[in-house]
């Protein structure tokens, strides 16, 4: 059960299954209030994508921090991470050129972009199209059910080095390569 998640957080209607769909699944059945994100407060999933491949590792490198500084982890490698290839094809809100959703933009205060996911899924919403806050000019999806993606594929498998401020190296475990941060 708890590899599984609680399924039942799910609507039937919008359960995935098959190749890859714990990928899919898992934010959705493995949720908690103390892993608050941009559009949840923790009541409800939420699976963030990345359009490119940089801006789903900025936006995950500054989570990780985000989570090593918070528990005061020491310097060092930390846990592995996984690239998900996916599609999406979903009926999203665009926040990409509207002043309106600024304040749900913000780089470290949640609060106006909960408030905008939970009235958005409240209405019946798939999710949101935004700017990546963490690479300039990138893009990112938050879906509010895990029906809005498909055909999920494994990719890279990536190693983020913490310096005991912010992640400054990752790994590409796969090709042996090491790559500084630059920010």
Request: contains cysteine; charged residues 20%; aromatic residues 12%.
């Amino acid at each position: 059960m708890e590899s599984i998640g609680n399924i039942d957080l799910v609507p039937v209607r919008r359960r995935v299954g098959g190749t890859g769909a714990s990928f899919l699944m898992a934010p959705f059945t493995h949720i908690s209030t103390d892993r608050p994100s941009r559009f949840s407060d923790g009541s409800f999933g939420v699976l963030y994508v990345g359009k490119t491949f940089e801006a789903g590792l900025f936006e995950t490198m500054y989570h990780h921090a985000r989570f090593m500084a918070a528990t005061a982890q020491r310097p060092g490698w930390t846990s592995q991470f996984r690239e998900i290839i996916l599609d999406v094809d979903a009926q999203l809100h665009d926040l990409r050129n509207s002043n309106a959703y600024l304040p749900a933009l913000d780089p470290d205060d949640y609060s106006e972009g909960q408030a905008v996911g939970f009235g958005l899924r409240a209405n019946g919403s798939d999710g949101v199209v935004y700017p990546s806050v963490r690479l300039p000019g990138g893009e990112c999806v938050a879906l509010f059910y895990p029906d809005g993606a498909s055909k999920p594929t494994q990719g890279r498998h990536l190693d983020y080095h913490w310096n005991g401020a912010t992640i400054d190296f990752y790994r590409d475990a796969g090709a042996r390569q090491t790559f500084a941060v630059m920010g």
